[in-house]
C-alpha cells in the first residue's frame, strides 16, 4: 500500500441496505442545522462577550469574522477532503471538531484565545454543510429528493434566522457563555447518529495521487481576503482604507491564479470543470444571488426594529421570526409539490413572491407595527421554501454521483459568498442612502418654511414648560430635535430603498431560469448486485456510460 495514501475504508455494500435513509437525512441534517445556527448566534452576544473579555464590541467582531474566514476557506475544499478521508470519517471529525471546539470557546478567559477557538470551530464546521447534502442526494432517489432538500432547505433557511433568538435568549437569561455550551449535547447526539446510520458508498474510493498544495494555498489566501474585505469593508470605509485595498487585489489575484491552477492540475482540489454543465452553472449564479438578498434581507429587519421603532434585541429577534415559520410549514409541502407541479414553474412562483415581499417591506413607514412585519416575512418564508428545493433538485439534477460532493461543497461555498457580499451591500447601501437622504431633507430646514418655523416654536415652548429650559436651551433642543427627526426619516427612506432593491435581484433572475433543465423525477431501475441500495444512477449520458463501464456497473 502506497504510504503517502489515504487507506480504502467504509463498510461493505451489503451493510448499508438496512439503513433508512430518514435516519440517515436526520443524522446528517442535525449536525449542519447546529453549524448553520453558529453563523448568527453570537451576533446579539457581541456586546457581552466585549465587556466580559475587556475588549470593544470592534474588537470582539472578530469573534464572527475568524468563524466566517475558516468556514469559507475549508468550505471549497470539502469534496476533496471526501475523498481522501471518506465521508463518514471526514462528517464524524467535522463534528467532533466542532463540538470540542465549542467547548473551548465557552471557556475562552480572553478575546485572543476565543478568536483561536472561532478559528477551528470554522474549519471543523465548513465541511458539514455540502457533506449533508452530498450523502442526502445519494440516499434518496430521484423521485423523493425533494422532500430530502425541503429537509435540508429547512435546515439552511431557517436556522441563521432562529440564531439571533437563541443567542439572545441565552445571553440575556444565562451567559453568552452558553451560546457555544449549547453546542455540546447536540454535537455528542450527531456524532452517535453519524456513527450508526451514514456509510460511504461502495463507489466513493479514496484516491491515491498528489495533494495540490498551491491549490489549497491560493484558495486559502483567496477565500481569506474576501472575507475580512466583506466582513470590514463598511467598518473601514471600503477603498479608503490601504488595508482592504491590499485585501480586494490580493483576494482577485489569488483566484485568478487558483483557477488556472485547478484547470492544469492532475488532481485539483475543487473540480471547476463541473461548471461546464449549463444547469449547474446557471443554479451556482442563482444560488449566490439567494444568499446576497436572503441574508442582505435578513440583516435589515432586526436594524430597522431596534433603530427606529426602539424593539429591544430580543423582541427584535421574535419579530423576525415569521419568515422561519413559513418555511417551516411550507418546507414539506414544496418537497411534495416538486414532482407534481414541477421544479421550474415552483421557483417561477417562488421568485415573483419573494420580490413581492421585498417590495411590500417598501412600502413601510415609522408608524407600522408588528403585524406589518410579520406578513411579508411570513410569506417571504413560503416564497423561500419554493426557491431554495427546487433550485437545489434542478442544480444538482445533472451531476454525477462520483462528482456530488465536489458539486455540493462550490455550491454551498457561492451561497456563502453571496450572503457575506448580501450583508456588505445592504449595510454600505443603507449607510450611503441615509446619508444622501439626510443631506436632501436638511435642504428642506430653514427659518423661511412656515411649517419648520411652527415646529420649532412648538418645540421650544414644550422645553421651556415641561423641562424648564431657558429660551436658548430650549431653542437648542427644539433644534436637535427637528434634526433627529428628519434623521428618522431619512433612515427610513434608506431602508425602503434597499428592499426594493433586493426585491428588484429577484425579478432579474427570472430569465435564467429558462437557462435550466427539469430534473429526472422517474424512478431508477433496481440497483446491480453488489451496489449501494441508497445510491441513485446519474442520468445516462457520454460520460457517465463511460464510468459505468469502467466501473463494471
Not at 432562529?162 to 441565552?170: A, Y
Not at 483557477?259 to 461546464?276: I, K, Q, S
Not at 433603530?307 to 409541502?333: C, D, E, K, N, V
Request: aromatic share 10%.
Amino acid at each position: 500500500m502506497n504510504a503517502g495514501a489515504p487507506e480504502t475504508a467504509g463498510p461493505a455494500p451489503e451493510q448499508v441496505p438496512h439503513v433508512n435513509r430518514w435516519l440517515v437525512a436526520l443524522a446528517v441534517v442535525f449536525a449542519t442545522f447546529m453549524e448553520v445556527l453558529d453563523t448568527t448566534v453570537v451576533n446579539v452576544s457581541l456586546p457581552h462577550i466585549g465587556g466580559s473579555l475587556s475588549s470593544t464590541v470592534e474588537e470582539a467582531t472578530w469573534v464572527l469574522t475568524s468563524y466566517l474566514v475558516a468556514n469559507a476557506i475549508i468550505l471549497p475544499m470539502t469534496g476533496w477532503l471526501a475523498r481522501w478521508f471518506g465521508r463518514k470519517k471526514l462528517l464524524m471529525m467535522a463534528v467532533v471538531g466542532f463540538t470540542i471546539s465549542s467547548f473551548f470557546c465557552g471557556l475562552a478567559p480572553n478575546l485572543e484565545t476565543l478568536i483561536l477557538c472561532r478559528v477551528f470551530q470554522g474549519l471543523s464546521g465548513g465541511t458539514m454543510q455540502p457533506l449533508s447534502q452530498a450523502i442526502m442526494l445519494e440516499a434518496f432517489p430521484p423521485e423523493e429528493r425533494g422532500k430530502a432538500m425541503a429537509l435540508f432547505g429547512l435546515c439552511i433557511v431557517t436556522a441563521p434566522i432562529l440564531g439571533p433568538v437563541v443567542g439572545g435568549f441565552l445571553t440575556d437569561n444565562y451567559s453568552w457563555r452558553w451560546v457555544f455550551y449549547i453546542n455540546i449535547p447536540v454535537g455528542i447526539v450527531s456524532v452517535i447518529m453519524a456513527r450508526l446510520f451514514v456509510f460511504d458508498p461502495a463507489y466513493l474510493r479514496k484516491r491515491s495521487g498528489g495533494v495540490d498544495y498551491w491549490g489549497i494555498g491560493l484558495l486559502a489566501v483567496g477565500m481569506a481576503s474576501l472575507q475580512i474585505f466583506l466582513d470590514k469593508g463598511e467598518q473601514e470605509d471600503w477603498f479608503a482604507s490601504h488595508l482592504l485595498t491590499t485585501l480586494a487585489v490580493l483576494s482577485a489575484l489569488a483566484f485568478v491564479l487558483f483557477v488556472f491552477r485547478e484547470l492544469r492540475t492532475a488532481h485539483p482540489v475543487v473540480h471547476l470543470r463541473v461548471f461546464l454543465n449549463r444547469t449547474y452553472a446557471t443554479g451556482v449564479i442563482m444560488m449566490t444571488t439567494l444568499g446576497f438578498v436572503l441574508y442582505g434581507s435578513l440583516v435589515l429587519v432586526p436594524i430597522l426594529l431596534q433603530t427606529l421603532l426602539g424593539y429591544p434585541s430580543w423582541q427584535a429577534g421574535i419579530a423576525t421570526a415569521p419568515r422561519g415559520l413559513g418555511s417551516l410549514f411550507f418546507m414539506p409541502l414544496v418537497g411534495l409539490m416538486l414532482s407534481r407541479v414541477g421544479a421550474r414553474k415552483l421557483l417561477v412562483f417562488g421568485l415573483l413572491t419573494a420580490a413581492f415581499t421585498l417590495f411590500w417591506l417598501g412600502q413601510l413607514n415609522l408608524q407600522a407595527g408588528y403585524w406589518d412585519f410579520f406578513w411579508p416575512q411570513f410569506l417571504q418564508g413560503v416564497a423561500l421554501s419554493c426557491l431554495f428545493v427546487p433550485l437545489t433538485t434542478i442544480t444538482m439534477g445533472p451531476i454525477a454521483r462520483e462528482e456530488m460532493g465536489n458539486a455540493a461543497s462550490i455550491f454551498n461555498s457561492m451561497r456563502n459568498i453571496g450572503a457575506s457580499m448580501g450583508i456588505a451591500a445592504a449595510t454600505t447601501l443603507l449607510s450611503r442612502h441615509r446619508q444622501m437622504y439626510t443631506q436632501y431633507l436638511g435642504e428642506h430646514i430653514h427659518p423661511y418654511s412656515i411649517a419648520v418655523t411652527q415646529t420649532m416654536n412648538q418645540a421650544k415652548a414644550s422645553m421651556m414648560h415641561h423641562y424648564g429650559a431657558d429660551p436658548v436651551l430650549a431653542a437648542r433642543r427644539a433644534a436637535a430635535l427637528v434634526f433627529y427627526g428628519v434623521q428618522r426619516q431619512a433612515a427610513m427612506l434608506s431602508f425602503i430603498d434597499v428592499f426594493r432593491i433586493l426585491g428588484g435581484l429577484f425579478l432579474l433572475m427570472l430569465p435564467l431560469v429558462l437557462l435550466m433543465k427539469s430534473p429526472r423525477t422517474e424512478r431508477s431501475g433496481p440497483p446491480q448486485e453488489g451496489a449501494h441500495s441508497i445510491l441513485i444512477r446519474p442520468p445516462v449520458g457520454r460520460t457517465n456510460i463511460r464510468m459505468e463501464r469502467e466501473e463494471g456497473l
